[in-house]
């Protein structure tokens, strides 16, 4: 290189040759037809910013995500309104993939619409399911498939965002009717409204932390937003005509979720994603799920993650076994025997299928 200073269009070209370089490095194509672009992935151990560095947006165009509070000089931060309950390692690590069998013609209709949607999905996603494994029969790192579906950090992260943009739809939905109904009715709602609340926002939290590490695209954007205008007033009707269908349906869409990062898992594990080996989880996790300081790569986000949406399984298949005009919630519930195992906001009393109205009323 000349000893003499580059010019602006020099330097400009150079820049963009390292932000490519540094993009396929970590499995994301920097074309501007990409559905997602290529982001900051932050390893908060060497003190680097939590703003982005590389992106192949332009200035111009990158949006601030999380920009900071404005005219409010007295105020430090915003903690979470719904702080996370308190997981272990181990019960973490003791998720497993799970699938309710459909008894009715109501769980038919929930799980034939979960495996269409599916379908299309994976079709968007370069992503391809294993029945097999979806029946718990076979473990993610057993699946043998053609090279043209292999993930890498890129695909993952379209499909974690595009996944996460919607499923934070159904709780909001459900509540919203929840609390509507219990203003006409002028009566409480037996604490229903409050757990599909929480749902909604810890699903939108996942969607956060993993736009901390890379940022959508117009094309994915576009999708995003047809799919949830669809599926918001799809869902708004459903719930209006059987609640009991509607979580089911949600119970098999996390079962799906549940499937989903286990692969993710699997695929760390085994040396397939090797920029996420030793990265960090982004701040807003860490401080969401209060990640200890030794677990707090992108495997342990994983896992946080996915129990989140192995505890979403349970709660939607159980209150679609319950009355949803006459029963508690068993999640907000006090038991009379509290030693006894019952339903909790955690994870230590999980049950893969939901709990039988029988065994909690």
């Not at 990640?291 to 989140?308: K, S």
């Amino acid at each position: 290189m000349s000893s003499r200073a580059l010019t602006s269009k020099q330097a400009a070209v150079h820049v963009s040759q390292v932000a490519s370089a540094y993009g396929s490095s970590i499995g994301l194509r920097s074309t501007g037809s990409s559905a997602l672009r290529t982001a900051t992935c932050v390893a908060h151990r060497n003190g680097l910013s939590s703003r982005r560095e590389f992106s192949s947006t332009s200035k111009t165009q990158l949006k601030e995500f999380f920009p900071p509070t404005k005219d409010a000089p007295h105020i430090r931060n915003l903690p979470p309104g719904w702080p996370h309950p308190v997981y272990t390692g181990q019960q973490m690590e003791d998720i497993k993939v799970a699938h309710r069998n459909a008894k009715t013609w109501s769980d038919w209709v929930a799980l034939g619409t979960v495996r269409t949607l599916r379908w299309g999905t994976d079709l968007f996603t370069g992503y391809r399911h294993s029945e097999a494994l979806g029946q718990g029969k076979i473990d993610a790192k057993d699946i043998r498939q053609p090279s043209r579906f292999d993930m890498n950090e890129r695909k993952w992260l379209i499909r974690f965002i595009f996944l996460e943009s919607v499923a934070g739809v159904p709780g909001m939905v459900g509540g919203m009717l929840r609390h509507l109904r219990s203003l006409r009715l002028m009566k409480r709602d037996n604490g229903w409204i409050e757990t599909l609340l929480e749902e909604a926002y810890n699903e939108r939290m996942h969607l956060l932390t993993f736009l901390k590490m890379a940022e959508p695209g117009w094309f994915m954007r576009l999708m995003v937003l047809g799919a949830q205008g669809v599926f918001f007033n799809g869902m708004f009707i459903s719930y209006l005509i059987s609640p009991r269908t509607c979580h089911r349906f949600v119970g098999y869409l996390e079962e799906e979720a549940v499937i989903t990062y286990s692969r993710a898992i699997q695929d760390i594990e085994a040396g397939r994603l090797p920029s996420w080996q030793k990265l960090e989880a982004p701040e807003i996790a860490v401080k969401y799920w209060n990640m200890p300081e030794d677990h707090r790569t992108i495997r342990d986000l994983l896992l946080y993650v996915r129990a989140d949406e192995a505890k979403h399984r349970e709660v939607n298949h159980t209150l679609s076994n319950l009355d949803p005009k006459n029963d508690p919630n068993p999640f907000v519930s006090e038991y009379v025997d509290p030693e006894k195992e019952h339903p909790t906001k955690g994870i230590e009393h999980l049950k893969p299928t939901g709990w039988e109205r029988k065994d909690v009323l």
